[in-house]
């Protein structure tokens, strides 16, 4: 399976590798500074790397990362990397394609190469290991390997965020399928597994995959990942989901800036709210998507859970948006939308027209 995948990079894998590449230079350029001033480097961690490139020739996600780190001043000299495969000739492949970067030299830290079992050594050195500031990429070929110890290894530590690939076809036929129950266990715990499958049952397939993502975004905040925040890959239809890239993160600033980076990766959005889903299909006809009128709905619900209330937008924003497709220009959007039809008051109403600033207050009508 892992070498037809890489026979060629397809669009979803692009946007993929585009997600995790953005994070990781966002994510660095907040942390790096702190780590130069307690003498620390900054990771990222790759435990299914592959071997470099596709068939095709395009640069997959390592390539990028490290030619990237090379450009950058401050990642030249704070960057650990550390690359994983099972895979052996994964391991070798990816070894040459970074001999053959030019100036790979300029980096304080070489890339690291190993070749091991995630399930198991890498697994255990993960949970048990001090981590410096890591930004990990989990990405199986399917689910074996895929735990919440590895996840919770992987977020354990401070400024520690993980994005791992959720095959949603592979893991909604394996939850009912005993076959692998140590699997789906090892995946949601023993308790939510059972309970799982009986909840499962006479399911409609929508309501079963909001289901299964309720399911796996409970379990990782059980573990301590506060902000969980799913991208959703559809097939070349959009008739169905086939895989998901979710983000995990003990921070809302980290969670911020995920979702604004899934947000410009959406293949559509609706009145500016992103999809935070790549969909060939929407991607060739944006329009049936915008038919949604997703900003009026947001506008309307903030008329209910803010009325009689004088709130500042920042703050409007923070206790809203999470567990949410919205992003800060969307509340901004909907509260002068409101502003504008006079169901609220804004203070101050003088300012620059068609703003909604961080401290402009709104003021909700009540009952």
Same mark, same amino acid.
């Given at each position: 399976m892992a070498g037809k995948f890489f026979n060629e990079r397809e669009d979803q894998s692009a946007v993929k590798a585009v997600i995790v590449s953005k994070y990781l230079f966002a994510w660095a350029k907040i942390i &790096?500074?702190?780590a130069q001033r307690n003498g620390n480097p900054v990771a990222y961690l790759d435990l299914y790397a592959g071997p470099g490139r596709y068939k095709d020739g395009s640069a997959s996600t390592p390539l990028m990362i490290i030619e990237k780190a090379i450009a950058d001043p401050s990642l030249r000299k704070s960057l650990l990397t550390l690359f994983n495969d099972e895979d052996p000739e994964h391991t070798d492949s990816l070894a040459k394609e970074f001999a053959k970067i030019p100036d790979i030299g300029a980096l304080t830290y070489q890339p690291k190469i190993t070749t091991g079992d995630v399930g198991g050594s890498i697994a255990t050195w993960l949970q048990t290991a001090r981590m410096v500031p890591t930004f990990s990429f989990i990405d199986p070929f399917g689910y074996i390997g895929l #735990? !919440?110890? =590895?996840i919770k290894g992987a977020i354990k530590d401070w400024g520690c965020d993980c994005v791992f690939f959720f095959n949603y076809n592979r893991i909604n036929a394996g939850i009912s399928n005993e076959a692998v129950d140590k699997h789906m266990t090892a995946l949601f715990g023993e308790v939510r597994t059972s309970l799982l499958r009986d909840q499962l049952a006479g399911l409609t397939p929508v309501q079963r995959e909001a =289901? @299964? =993502?309720e399911n @796996?975004?409970?379990a990782i905040k059980g573990l301590g990942g506060k902000f969980v925040l799913p991208f959703r890959f559809r097939n070349a239809s959009g008739t169905r989901s086939t895989h998901y890239l979710i983000f995990v993160s003990k921070h809302e600033r980290g969670y911020e800036v995920m979702k604004e980076i899934m947000a410009k990766e959406s293949s559509t959005n609706d009145q500016g709210v992103? #999809? !935070?889903e790549y969909s060939p299909a929407d991607a060739r006809t944006p329009l049936l998507f915008s038919l949604q009128r997703s900003l009026d709905g947001l506008a309307a619900e903030l008329l209910h859970k803010y009325q009689g209330q004088t709130i500042r937008m920042?703050? &409007?924003y923070r206790r809203h948006h999470v567990d949410t497709r919205f992003i800060k220009k969307n509340y901004k959007d909907a509260l002068l939308s409101l502003e504008t039809e006079n169901k609220i008051t804004a203070k101050p109403a003088k300012r620059r027209p068609g703003t909604f600033g961080d401290d402009v207050t709104a003021s909700f009508p009540g009952l």
């Open positions: &790096v500074p702190w #735990s !919440l110890g =590895l =289901l @299964i =993502l @796996i975004a409970g992103p #999809s !935070l920042e703050d &409007v």
